[in-house]
């Protein structure tokens, strides 16, 4: 993964130079989100065993983000940027089983892990406000999503995201850090399913882009 980053950003970096004086921007972005990617839920069921069974669902560890973009520029500060941007999913689920008062039964918890693999493709409608040097701007447009593992067949695939930034001037290069929110569709979850693994739809991520 760390290679195909280095070999976008070279990429990127030869094209930036290319393409200096053409309406357009070609860059890497990367970051961290700041939601789990699943909810953290519990179920019981029945046993036949201890009467009574937790099923508990939740994110182990939040996510990172990278990938790089592409930003056509227009008149009156206005700008449309499409992004790649790939990122982990990460799942776990523990079952353990309520043991009756005076049981001499032990107590088991029964952990399982998933890491879906994502790519997330937003294409966002940008206006900047016409300052010289740090230029605020704000985004907004429709996010589309493909998921790779057990739990891609579950996972919503499109949604709308909006953000607010700065596009800090440096010599040749523009970074802009960013505050980035997703609201994601509904899972598609088959109606019956034990303990389903319902994904966080609302996605906050801190984004770092550098452009050329």
Known sequence: MFRIV???????FAAGIASAQLPFSIGVKGGAALTDAFENNTFSYPNTVTGTAEIHNYSPSKDYVVGAFVEFRLPFGLGIEADGL???????????????????????????????????????????????IARPYIDAGPSFRTTRNLLSGSLSNHGFAAGAGVDIKALVLHISPEIRYTRWGADSIPAGTAAPPYSNLNQVELLVGIAF
């Open 86 to 132: 790939y990122r982990q999913l990460h799942f776990a689920m523990t079952s353990v089983p309520m043991i009756p008062a005076g049981s001499t039964l032990a107590t088991f918890s029964a952990p399982y892990s998933e890491t879906s693999h994502a790519w997330e493709i937003p294409i966002l409608a940008k206006y900047r406000f016409k300052f010289p």
């Open 6 to 12: 280095i070999a976008l950003g070279l990429s990127c």
